[in-house]
Structures are given as structure tokens and as C-alpha cells.
């Protein structure tokens, strides 16, 4: 992205915003601290530009700098936080999640979508399940993950077909769907039966099943989900044992919602 990339600046965007946020954005796991020029270099902003943004997200205590590098500050974190806070789940998922975690003794999460990935918003983890550590905030694409087509069979035909249609559909596992058709077939059967069941599709041995959370329009708001490893529960113990109480516990938890 350069900076002649950016859409044109118009009454409705806010270009120095957009930029400053691809700024922030440029940090993560892979890159937790970098140099002006390697800020530069991954937002496509020119050095001057990116120095400016840096030091105004400086002053503001976002950023730090040492020995020449800059490094996001905890106080990064008010700008996820106010998303949670104001975010109704948030407040009230955590003792539905509890009781499926101690029942299940298994992980329990809630995403919900954004663009062509689901984000988790709360996790309750009783085992490490996957090479990469969930949290709140992980990403993982929406095709291939249980909560992402409960969610995803929500949508307009037209608007989950855009989504795949622009998603990066390749095989993680040799049980990977990677037809477009059959993705599409697998999100039908979970709006369908009420819940999606993915089995080793994303990792290795990873296996989980996921239920939708309505708002009071019966509008697919989030998904819950138990994940765990197909080593201590098969398929059909996760769908006789797994799936009534984590059902009951997303139907209690839209019902408080709804109510709100």
C-alpha cells in the first residue's frame, strides 16, 4: 500500500486517521517492535509521513521508542477495550461460558464476524488446543471454522457468497474443504440443523462445535463454541454430550440478551 494508494480524501475520510491506523496495525508478533524506515516500508507511507504519525501516537502514549526502535505501549489496549465494554456479550457471556467449560471440561469461546474472519471476543481455555495461542482478538478465517459458518449461515445468499469468494480457500489438513460448493453445502446444513461441526479441517486433531447467538430480532449476532482434541472425544461424544448444554447455554445467554 502507498500512499498514493489511499482513497481520495472526501468530507466522509479522514485520510491522516487511516493512515495512523495502518501505522498501529503494522505491529503484531511478527513485527513487535521496528525503525522509522521499516514502518515506513510496511505501510507504504514515506518516511516523513510515518515519523509524523509516530511521534503524534508518541505524545499520546500510545508508542515508545528506544535505541532507534518504536513499540506499541499497553495503552493500546483502551482502544480494543472500549469495543468489549460496549459490546452487551461482553458483560453477560462469561457465567453461560463457565458452565459449558466445567461441563465439558473443554474450551469455550464467542466470536463474531468481521469481514472474512471471525474474532474472539471471550475464551474460557482448559487445554491448549492448537499450535497457535487463541485470545481474545485472534483471528482465524470464517470459511473454515465452526463459529464462522454458524455465523456466516446468518447472511444473505449473495453477501456469504462475496465472503468466500474472497477468502483464501486453502487446505490446512487433508480434511480441508476446499470446494467452493461444498463449503457453501456445509454452511447450509449448519443454518439448517442449528450448529456446525468442524472436524480437523484447521489443524490436526482439532475438532470443534459451534452454536449461534441471536439479538432479539433473531438476527445471528455471535457464535459459541467447544473446541477441543479429537484424541478425548470422538464426533458423536461431542454431539451427545457436548452440544445440548453448550446449545442451552447460547439459547439462555440470546434470551438475557434480548431482554436488554
Given at each position: 500500500m502507498t500512499e498514493g494508494n489511499h482513497p481520495a480524501p472526501s468530507d466522509s475520510y479522514v485520510q491522516s486517521f487511516a493512515r495512523g491506523l495502518s501505522v498501529i496495525q503494522a505491529f503484531g508478533a511478527e513485527r513487535p517492535q521496528m525503525t522509522l524506515s521499516e514502518v515506513a516500508a510496511h505501510t507504504g507511507l514515506t518516511r516523513a509521513g510515518a515519523r509524523r504519525i509516530l511521534l503524534t501516537l508518541?505524545?499520546?502514549g500510545y508508542v515508545r521508542s528506544e535505541e532507534r526502535k518504536f513499540f506499541l505501549t499497553p495503552k493500546i489496549l483502551d482502544l480494543g477495550y472500549a469495543y468489549l465494554s460496549a459490546t452487551?456479550?461482553?458483560?453477560?457471556?462469561?457465567?453461560?461460558?463457565?458452565?459449558v467449560a466445567n461441563a465439558t471440561h473443554e474450551s469455550c469461546s464467542i466470536s463474531v464476524?468481521?469481514?472474512?474472519?471471525?474474532?474472539?471476543?471471550?475464551?474460557?481455555?482448559?487445554?491448549?488446543?492448537?499450535t497457535v495461542n487463541l485470545s481474545v482478538g485472534s483471528r482465524l478465517p470464517a470459511w473454515v471454522t465452526s463459529m464462522g459458518r454458524v455465523m456466516l449461515g446468518g447472511l444473505a445468499p449473495a453477501a456469504?457468497?462475496?465472503i468466500l469468494a474472497r477468502s483464501t480457500i486453502v487446505a490446512h489438513t487433508p480434511h480441508t474443504l476446499t470446494d467452493p460448493a461444498e463449503i457453501r453445502k456445509a454452511i447450509t446444513t449448519a443454518q439448517a440443523q442449528g450448529y456446525a461441526f468442524v472436524?480437523?479441517?484447521?489443524e490436526a486433531g482439532l475438532q470443534s462445535i459451534a452454536v449461534p447467538i441471536f439479538d432479539r430480532n433473531r438476527r445471528i449476532i455471535a457464535a459459541m463454541n467447544v473446541s477441543g482434541h479429537a484424541?478425548?472425544?470422538?464426533?458423536?461424544?461431542?454431539?451427545?454430550?457436548?452440544?445440548?448444554c453448550?446449545?442451552?447455554?447460547a439459547e439462555r445467554l440470546s434470551a438475557t440478551l434480548q431482554r436488554r
Open positions: 508518541e505524545q499520546l452487551p456479550l461482553w458483560d453477560l457471556a462469561t457465567p453461560f461460558m463457565e458452565e464476524l468481521d469481514g472474512l474472519e471471525i474474532v474472539y471476543i471471550l475464551r474460557i481455555a482448559t487445554h491448549k488446543i492448537m456469504r457468497d462475496d472436524a480437523e479441517e484447521l484424541s478425548r472425544n470422538s464426533r458423536e461424544q461431542m454431539l451427545k454430550e457436548f452440544l445440548p453448550l446449545k442451552q447455554a
